[in-house]
RNA sequence: GUCCCCGUAGCUCAACUGGAUAGAGCGUCUGGCUUCGAACCAGAAGGUUGCGAGUUCAAAUCUUGCCGGGGACGCCA
């Protein structure tokens, strides 16, 4: 609100963007802008003259929304909300139920239809833990976009061409004719596919490997799709296959398609990607020496597909950081296709380093000796660990410490959270019987505690938007933490059952306002929760 | 060698993208269950934001030079 208000009265403004902020020490006011500190400048007038003059605007169109706007040195504008306001925005809660926050505040907000691709692990093992921080967030973030409205496909690359290496190693290794690593997983697969192998040795022999690794990996993928679906409990709506993409002839369709624009050459036996010319460092290799294609090519192919034939507005796909190289290469790919590079957002995850008695834990995946997604979730369990990874933001390196994370995983903060929604729920649950449906007087709620908690409550909307537009669903990690704090706090302080009837339900209301936030947040984070802890 | 990310309390991380006195959790110390659930609350200690210079009303944040850590740069994916 204060946002459309800088902006309708100050035309000023244009240009330049109003930062509204929430000041760290409440004596700022509870929220806080710098637009005059911005302005000054460009209108070579003093700060607090300019303040001045946005203020007494200010305060004709505003009616009682705030208690009190204020000036400060050097230039600060700061606002305090009314309790009236956040009486009214209390009923906005109980009436829009789990559908409070919806759809952000911001006109400039489009709703679009994104395709949003993450996991995508290898089906030639299980999946791991660095596997386990792109498919929570990519989760997190996908419930977070539908939220607000727009149309979600949630979807899951299958690296499974019969003409990749690593599909040829895999049937290699199916067909004892390689030594890559066998995990136990693989060994079981191995051994049910033995017949299959043996037959194809005989129909196709010129790709054996290819036709064996495909195999197994499609047995592979069953696994850990059941893993996804059933422990992780990530629902994809779409499963796409790499080698579909060469069944449906797209692929060279692509190869074509560039040969056409003349941007490929021939050097030293391979065919060259012009990917200088679009901004890489470098030209790439479509197809090696050996008449195999490389990567690129196919995922061109896959994203000309998300965007050319599907229609996506918008694609987004979590990448584990180890990709990171690969991201001017692909855009680069996607311009030469007439794709504009922004319609594809690319977020990186970095590597999880797992600690373990205060040392790195070193993983060695020859040996079999390294620890997957499941182990991880045998530990510490499925809400602990979902909220662990996000809390911290995708592009930071993170540490597991495993002992911690097992010793103590009472500790972790999802049950400080879970805790919290769980008194609400007794609460309620006790009163039921004494519960009044008459009016509730939200004049009432006046003490330090009633407000403080009615404010974090008003401040989910704007929580919800932020979340949203720069794809950060670790705002709602903390945003839950605080919540719950405070809530904590207002628990310790205040009585609820006893009061007198009209504070009492007055109260309830307030808890039963928390307890709705509460939901939406565990719902978004893909959390349970729980009646008893 | 070229490029990217990071360095904040003993540990793990924040700081709303340049804002006011740098905040939480864990750990340490102190106090609080006869009262709606103590998996909780209140309080204390703990900092030259790796080091230096620059940019401006304002720097943990931007620029730059060092120091230290991680990663990417292939006809691997």
Redesign the pocket.
Known sequence: MIKEIIKKNIKDAVGEEA???????E???HY???IA??L??EKSKK?MEIAEEIINDLRLTTDNFFEKIEI???????FWISEKTLQNELKEILKNKNNYGKYPQAKSYKLKAINLEFISA?PTGPLTIGNGRGGFFGDVLANILKFTGNKITKEYYI?D?KN???IRELGKTGLGLGETYLTPELKKTISTLKKKTARLKKKSPDNIAGEAGYLLASEINKQNKKFVEKVLKIKFDKWFS?ESLYKSGVVKKILSDLKKKKLVYE????LWFKAKQFGD??D??L????G?????L?DLAYHSDKFKKRKFSKAIDVW???????IPRLKAGLKSLGISEDRLKIVIT??V?L?KNGQEYKMSKRKGDYVTMEDLIKEVGLDAARFFFL???P?????F?LD?AKE?S??N?V??A???A??C???LQ??KIKMQKSKINFGLLNTDEDVSLMRILARFP?IVE?ATE?Y?P??LV?YS??L??QF????????????RPELMSA?LGLIKATKIIFEILFKLLGVSY????
């Open positions: 930062e509204i902020f929430i000041p760290e020490n004596k700022f006011g806080s802008t710098n500190l911005r000054a400048k700060p400060a040195s050097p230039g600060f504008i700061n290898n690296n061409a990749s290496t690593q790499e050097k030293d036996g391979a460092s470098e790439r290799v197809i090696r020496s050996t195999e294609p490389t990567y690129i196919p584990g950081a180890d990709h990171h190289g690969y970095q590597l380093r600690v809390m911290s933001a592009d930071t390196h993170m540490n410490d911690l103590r009472m500790k903060p049950y400080y879970q805790y919290a769980v008194r729920g007794s609460i006790k009163s704007e932020e720069n950060n670790q705002v903390r933490i605080d719950a704090r904590h706090n207002f628990y310790e302080k205040e009585h609820i059952i006893g009061e109260r729980p009646k008893k802890m």
